[in-house]
């Protein structure tokens, strides 16, 4: 731990003990049923993390879409739901390729693009979101949630916890301390934990055990590939092209530093996770690459959805997106544990609540 982390935590400490009491009391409400909460009236697989974003959900949920379309036999009995985080809009609303990524946030708009058959939905109120789906979309079998874990109106049929493997859940503190969204112990509550960001494929801390009569939590692990990347035009292909990097998201240096095997990344900005570009931001950028003679400005997917609006400023400079996607380590287990949920009784209609 540097000086500097340090020295923030203490300052900080008072604010992050009233942050962890606040989410303790909250939890014991939903745990004694003094908050009331129940299951969709459609079977959910929830997606989140403890950390406040860069564990790779967007992918993982996509990756996820593409599984249970797969073993259910069709895109249609597959729809995704999500929050909307930053949306200008309240209440349910499906998302198109062309709709306005304002009206429902950066992460849905780019799942829609990555999965543009599939039904990419948003709603704050998950509960109220499944039933719309089920209404508007009935041969959903299945609702997949990007960020409900700490919904907890909702309880989950199966619930996955993303961890980065390069920032264990031991090593980290609440917010503002640290970047935590939620207390440590809450792992413990979910099916499965994943490993993210694990390209050296690190022996990583196992859950504890459960008691006797539960389910023990499986753990699996995978990384973050880069799909078709494509090369830039240059005189000298022996050279990496010389560029801009650009990114808003939770942890921009991993980005920035994935690039550098492929990349001369000449000039490096980094922004605030979901910080909405202006036009005076890619006009600088533009300013940048043809002062300095570059041949791109080199950005992530989730970014260039908040980017591609300004094709009119950036009409003479080529912007390159890197797409990511899931290499999981072990397909055939993830596949295994998949197929025991879809066997379960929790898909028999009569056996869901209200």
């Not at 949630?145 to 049929?157: E, K, T, V």
Request: some cysteine; overall charge positive.
């Amino acid at each position: 731990m540097t000086t500097k982390i340090l020295i923030r935590r203490v300052l900080l400490a008072p604010i992050t003990a009233l942050h962890a009491v606040v989410l303790y009391l909250r939890h014991w409400a939903y745990d004694f049923r003094i908050k009331k909460s129940r299951k969709g009236s459609l079977p959910t697989l929830v997606i989140g993390n403890l950390h406040a974003g860069g564990t790779g959900k967007t992918p993982h949920a996509s990756a996820f879409l593409d599984i249970l379309s797969r073993k259910l036999g069709g895109i249609e009995y597959v729809a995704l739901l999500s929050r909307g985080f930053g949306r200008k809009t309240r209440g349910f609303f499906v998302v198109e390729e062309d709709t306005d990524w304002h009206l429902v946030g950066d992460e849905p708009k780019l799942l829609k693009l990555l999965n543009p058959n599939h039904h990419i939905t948003v709603c704050e109120n998950r509960l109220e979101g499944i039933d719309a789906i089920s209404k508007k979309f009935p041969q959903v079998k299945v609702v997949v949630l990007d960020d409900g874990l700490q919904h907890r109106a909702l309880i989950p049929d199966r619930s996955v916890l993303l961890i980065d493997s390069n920032r264990p859940l031991t090593n980290q503190t609440l917010i503002p301390s640290g970047d935590l969204r939620d207390l440590k112990y809450r792992a413990n509550f979910f099916d499965a934990w994943i490993y993210t960001r694990n390209s050296d494929k690190k022996e990583l801390p196992l859950p504890p055990s459960r008691k006797q009569n539960e389910a023990s939590i499986r753990v699996f692990s995978s990384e973050m590939i880069v799909e078709n990347e494509v090369e830039v035009e240059r005189v000298n292909k022996s050279e990496r092209p010389r560029v801009i990097a650009v990114s808003g998201i939770a942890t921009p240096e991993v980005f920035m530093n994935g690039l550098a095997s492929k990349w001369n990344v000449v000039r490096r900005q980094s922004y605030s996770d979901h910080y909405e570009f202006t036009e005076k931001d890619v006009k600088s950028w533009v300013i940048c690459v043809k002062s300095e003679n570059l041949e791109a400005i080199v950005t992530t997917a989730k970014d260039a959805v908040r980017i591609k609006p300004f094709k009119n400023v950036l009409k003479d400079v080529r912007l390159e997106v890197i797409p990511m996607s899931v290499k999981w380590h072990d397909e055939e287990a993830i596949d295994i544990w998949v197929d025991e949920w879809l066997e379960s009784t929790i898909f028999v209609p009569s056996t869901r609540t209200k």
